[in-house]
């Protein structure tokens, strides 16, 4: 699980360690287990909210991790055309390349450790596949989609995108130098990372070492989530048991904490973990397929404007190849 990596971790800013005379630890409120399915044209995903309740994930509103799979030279899938509308999409990849392009003319690569953020906003056509070259190569293809709600205020703004490169994301150590952190929205320890976000919310991908600790300061108004990508260890300072593919949901207070098993397996050498957080929004969400409103007759609109093609059209490069989206 290369993304971004640094020969001397040492080297690094650190997080400083937290003070437990003047910190309050958040307790885990759940662990939950993301069942497994597939997305687009048949690429396999595990579903990481499944079975968690919205106000718990609030501002975020769904999660994938995309693979992790070895495709064979011809296997590599990605997704039709399709609309968005409401929301910000968050795709990072890991392992493998993604290619992009959107009904505005935009496009471009996802590879390794790259971010691409996507604000839908009040409506964009893309559509997301791997490159010819890995089609006919096969490899090793891993990442996650991330979806961010928006406030009523914003539900119709312009979409955007922001292309985050691996180079930019913001690097620290943790205390002892046992973990890697990588800021990609958001603030850890003073060290923001490049991700411009509309609603509020703070992203790492940490990388700890067998039998290594890790602590991070968390804003108190944010909600805190912890996704293992790979690997096996506990969270909180109750040291609840989680392994990959498991979401741990922690209450109140201003630090979260997860810690490495002092063994992991040959795939998995050390323990891979996405925190995220944000600001809660508190509005009715009403979400169907790709569109994240407030109101039923808001999705209603969406889905009629989809329809009407004016969510944008399919750009006259594309269209002959691809098609129409579903």
Known sequence: ?????????????????SDPATTHPRPVTSVTTAPRGFEGEGFPVRRAFAGVDLRALDPFIHMD?????????????????????GFETVTYMIDGEMAHSDSNGGGGLIAGGDTQWMTAGAGILHIETPPEHLVMSGGLFHGFQLW???P???????????????????LLSSADGGALVRVIAGEV????G????HTPITLVHATVSPGATLSLPWRTEFNALAYVLAGRGAVGDERRPIEAGQLAVFGAGDTVTVAAGSSQDGRSPQLDVL????????????????????TKAELIQAFEDYQAGRLGSIPAAHADVHGQAD
């Open 1 to 17: 699980m290369p993304a971004v990596t640094v020969e001397d971790i040492l080297v690094l800013p650190r997080v400083p360690a």
């Open 189 to 192: 320890a003073g060290h923001a």
């Open 194 to 197: 490049p991700g411009s976000t």
């Open 148 to 150: 961010v709600n928006l």
């Open 275 to 294: 925190f995220l957080g944000g600001l809660p929004i508190r509005e009715p969400v009403v979400a169907y397929g790709p569109f994240v409103m407030n």
């Open 65 to 85: 991790q995309m693979g992790e799979v070895e495709y064979a030279p011809g296997e590599p899938k990605g997704t039709p055309w399709h609309p968005h509308r």
């Open 152 to 170: 009523k205020a914003l539900k119709f703004a312009s979409p955007r995108y922001q292309d985050i490169r691996a180079t930019n994301v913001a």
